[in-house]
Nanobody, 116 residues
Framework: QVQLVESGGGLVQAGGSLRLSCAAS????????MAWYRQAPGKQRELVAI???????NYVDSVKGRFTISRDGAKNTVYLQMNSLKPEDTAVYYC??????????WGQGTQVTVSS
């Protein structure tokens, strides 16, 4: 069973930066895509950024130009660099990894809190 372990969350002031990391428990699987989702209190979980093995990236409009998703294939680790953070970015951030269309994994979540 593959596990995804997130780190890097915390409390930051508005305008600050954080870098989230998500490491898979094994390097013996090849994910077709890795992504970050977030869920704020009282809201549905939303896709923040996704990166495919081809290098294609997509971002939710609210983070474009501020967040960057990247990946270290050798370590099976995905990162989310978050700059110019806003209070509305406050949420639990979840790492996601997929193998094809049927197999997917989720991390346990890491809290990001942005104070105004």
């Amino acid at each position: 069973q593959v596990q995804l372990v997130e780190s890097g969350g915390g409390l930051v002031q508005a305008g600050g930066s954080l870098r989230l990391s998500c490491a898979a428990s094994t390097t013996s699987v090849s994910f077709s895509a890795m992504a970050w989702y977030r869920q704020a209190p009282g809201k549905q979980r939303e896709l923040v950024a996704i990166l495919s093995t081809s290098g294609t990236t997509n971002y939710v409009d609210s983070v474009k130009g501020r967040f960057t998703i990247s990946r270290d294939g050798a370590k099976n680790t995905v990162y989310l660099q978050m700059n110019s953070l806003k209070p509305e970015d406050t949420a639990v951030y979840y790492c996601y990894a997929a193998i094809g269309f049927r197999i997917n994994y989720w991390g346990q979540g890491t809290q990001v809190t942005v104070s105004s």
